[in-house]
């Protein structure tokens, strides 16, 4: 059954430091620096960081297709540090 079909997001609406759900040669999750993507791949049996760069028809690895909600702590343990980073209750954006 599918839920929702998503377009590729085009390359000038990426955001630096986001996440994004998509295709790409080593794995389907990457960060977006600006240039490329960072994703999680294997090297020799490893774990490792490997950059690939937006795909397009020329070039490229990574089609990204949906922005990743890390949602935002609404009920946090404290205000400072990881106190405000951990808590009871996060919410997360449906678009």
Same mark, same amino acid.
């Given at each position: 059954? /599918? &839920? $929702?079909? /998503?377009?590729?997001?085009? &390359?000038?609406?990426l955001k630096v430091d986001t996440w994004y759900v998509g295709r +790409?040669? @080593? !794995? @389907?999750? !990457?960060l977006w620096s600006g240039r490329f993507f960072l =994703?999680? +791949?294997e090297k020799f049996e490893q774990s490792v960081?490997? #950059?690939e760069p937006?795909?397009?028809?020329?070039?490229?690895? $990574? #089609?990204?297709f949906l922005v990743? @909600?890390?949602g935002c702590m609404v009920e946090p343990f404290g205000c400072l540090g990881w106190d405000a980073h951990? +808590?009871?209750?996060? =919410?997360? /954006?449906? @678009?």
């Open positions: 059954m /599918e &839920l $929702f079909a /998503e377009e590729v997001i085009p &390359l000038e609406d +790409g040669r @080593n !794995g @389907n999750v !990457g =994703v999680i +791949g960081i490997k #950059q937006y795909y397009t028809d020329d070039s490229g690895c $990574f #089609q990204p990743i @909600n890390e951990y +808590g009871r209750k996060i =919410v997360f /954006e449906i @678009n």
